[in-house]
């Protein structure tokens, strides 16, 4: 069984910086394969970081930049980055492992940008 826990989450202002946490347990082929994704209020979940085939991330338009995705292989943990927070970056942000055909996720952790 595979298992993913965020942390990190909090109340920001705008400009600032917080660093999220994905800590993932179980049988993992790879933490290459685990991404961050965001769901605002009253707006559909969207990607933020996801890996692609060639091994590299794709950002979303919104995050290049100022956003960046980070693996430790020794405590199985992946990190996002988030610099310069937006107002337009509150959301509950969430990560997600996908192997063998599934897809797993994490609860999430909100994000609180404010002015």
């Known amino acids: 069984q595979v298992l993913l826990v965020e942390s990190g989450g909090g109340l920001v202002q705008a400009g600032e910086s917080l660093t999220l946490s994905c800590a993932v347990s179980g049988r993992i082929f790879s933490l290459s394969a685990v991404g961050w994704y965001r769901q605002a209020p009253g707006k559909q979940r969207e990607l933020v970081a996801v890996?692609?085939?060639?091994?590299?991330?794709n950002y979303a338009d919104s995050v290049r930049g100022r956003f960046t995705i980070s693996r430790d292989n020794v405590k199985n943990t992946v990190y996002l980055r988030m610099n310069s927070l937006k107002l337009e970056d509150t959301a509950v942000y969430s990560c997600k492992l996908s192997q063998y055909g599934m897809d797993f996720w994490g609860k999430g952790t909100l994000v609180t940008v404010s002015s």
């Open positions: 890996p692609d085939k060639g091994g590299s991330t």
